[in-house]
Structures are given as structure tokens and as C-alpha cells.
């Protein structure tokens, strides 16, 4: 099938299988590598990229419901040689370890940040975290990092 999608600001056309998952088409297809698969069941969030503004995880996502849409990955984060105000939260809040999730977790603080505001409080955050595992942290400074992200944008 021929799909046309807005990859961190470029458009796309692909010849895909109807079923190929959206993390698929921008690892293997997009060489978008920062999207990450972690568990190939849709509970760990390593995959999460924003589609029409909201984190979704990629994973879930097919082909045709990917076509049209506007994607944005951790790669399509920032600006060349600055990092995103999330990005930035998360290096200053050491809100990473092995660095595994940290893209889906970045992109699950930014639609947390963009829902609930700058004020956002931890308890929202860790519920709102709900379904993205880290599996070398206590969480503790991946809140940290949110809550600081959120304040900055």
C-alpha cells in the first residue's frame, strides 16, 4: 500500500505492507533508530513517538492508520546542536542510566507536560507513566526530569 506521513517535518511516501507497524516503518524503512522495540507487546512505552500531537506507542500502530498523520520521533526533538527543553530536563535531572526508554520516556514527559501544564505534580506524573517501564531506575529522576521539563516549555 502507498502511505504519505510527516516525519519530523518531512513527508514521506512508502510502499508498505498494509500491516506493518509504524515502529517498523521508521526503524527499518526511515532509519529513524531512537525509536526503540522493547518488548514487542505494547507495555514498556520504548517505542513512543508523538502522531498528531499525542504519544502513542508505534508499536500499536499499522500502516494505515499511520497514513496522513504527522509523526514525531526523538530524533525530530530540538534543534540542530540544542536539545529539546524535555531532552534537556532529562540530562540535567539524570533522568536515565542504561538510556534504553529514554526516547519513549521523553516523548510520554512531553504529552504529560502538554496535557497537564508547567505545574504538573508528581503523583500525575507517575500515573500518567503508567505503561513505560525503565528497567534500570527508581523512577525518581525520570519525575524529577518531567516535572522540569514541563515548567520549561
Known amino acids: 500500500m ?3 506521513l510527516t516525519v519530523n517535518g518531512s ?5 508498505v505492507e498494509p500491516t506493518l507497524l509504524l515502529v517498523d516503518i521508521l526503524r527499518d524503512h526511515l532509519r529513524l533508530t531512537g525509536t526503540h522495540i522493547g518488548c514487542d507487546t505494547s507495555q514498556c512505552g520504548a517505542c513512543n513517538v508523538l502522531m498528531d500531537g499525542k504519544a502513542v506507542k508505534s508499536c500499536t500502530v499499522i500502516a494505515g492508520q499511520a497514513a496522513g498523520s ?3 520521533t ?3 526533538l530540538g534543534a540542530e546542536g540544542a536539545l529539546h527543553p ?7 535531572a539524570h533522568g536515565l ?3 534504553f526508554c529514554t526516547p519513549g520516556m521523553v516523548i510520554a ?6 496535557r497537564h501544564g ?6 500525575t506524573i507517575r500515573h500518567d507513566l503508567e505503561g513505560n517501564l525503565c528497567r534500570c531506575t527508581g523512577y525518581t529522576n525520570i519525575v524529577k526530569a518531567i516535572r522540569a521539563g514541563a515548567a520549561a516549555l
Open 2 to 4: 502507498q502511505i504519505s
Open 109 to 114: 514527559g512531553i504529552a504529560i507536560a502538554e
Open 74 to 76: 526523538i530524533e525530530g
Open 86 to 92: 524535555m531532552q534537556a530536563a532529562f540530562r540535567e
Open 97 to 99: 542510566q542504561c538510556g
Open 11 to 15: 513527508r514521506r511516501d512508502l510502499d
Open 118 to 123: 508547567p505545574d504538573v505534580d508528581d503523583e
Open 70 to 72: 504527522t509523526v514525531t
